[in-house]
Structures are given as C-alpha cells and as structure tokens.
C-alpha cells in the first residue's frame, strides 16, 4: 500500500522556521518526483516544492523562492521541505505528494499518491 506520511506542521510567529518531512512507502521512490502542494481554504492548491528523486531537480515557484527548501534522502525514502522566514500568508494544509517519472508537474491532478496532509500556521 503507497503511504505519504507527512509530519512537522505546527503553530509558528512570522520570521520563524519549521521543517515538514513526507515519509514515503509501499513504492520504489527511485523514480519518482516527490513535492509538496499548500491550500487555502476557498483558494485553489499551490505547488510549493517539487524535486525528482532521481534527476535530482527541483522546482519553487516565485512565491516561496529563496524561502523553502527542499531535500530528498533516497535511502530512507524522506523527503524534507525546510521553510524559513515565514509569513501568515504561508498558513496553509501542506500536502505531500508523488508521481512517477522525472518530470515536475504543477497541476495537483497530476499527482497519483497524496499525503494526509499538515496544518501550518503562521501568526503575525
């Protein structure tokens, strides 16, 4: 059975930090482009970090570039997204989420497995 586990959500102050990880099984993970997509209630989900395990690429869209940063350990099959300088405007569910293949899509429904999701808020 393919399982994203997503875990590091919490509460933060703007300026401060904090670090989710997707723990990925039931797949290979070699192969795979692993992210992580945001939203808002009301608003439609945002990729905010992709990287293909295998290539090695990665992808930010403009609004959290030089922000987030994202890291894959293959070999224990985790993926980390580090946040930094945050914003209440990060506040979001944060979804972890994998597709097979090199390439980064950034259309959510191109995505096969998804995590359960992790609650971020950001306080001003």
């Known amino acids: 059975e393919v399982q994203l586990q997503a875990s590091g959500g919490g509460l933060v102050q703007a300026g401060g930090s904090l670090r989710l990880s997707c723990a990925a099984s039931?797949?290979?993970?070699?192969?795979?482009?692993i992210g992580w997509f945001r939203q808002v209630p009301g608003k439609e989900r945002e990729l905010v970090s992709c990287?293909?395990?295998?290539?090695?690429?990665?992808y930010y869209p403009d609004s959290v570039k030089g922000q987030f940063i994202i890291s894959s350990d293959n070999a224990k099959k985790t993926v980390n997204l580090q946040m930094n300088d945050l914003k209440p405007e990060d506040t979001a569910v944060y979804y972890c989420?994998?597709?097979?293949?090199?390439?980064?899509?950034?259309?959510?429904?191109?995505?096969?497995?998804w995590g359960q999701g992790t609650l971020v808020t950001v306080s001003s």
């Open positions: 989420v994998a597709k097979d293949g090199d390439r980064i899509y950034h259309d959510h429904w191109m995505y096969d497995y």
């Open positions: 039931g797949f290979s993970f070699d192969g795979y482009v």
């Open positions: 990287i293909s395990s295998t290539a090695g690429s990665t």
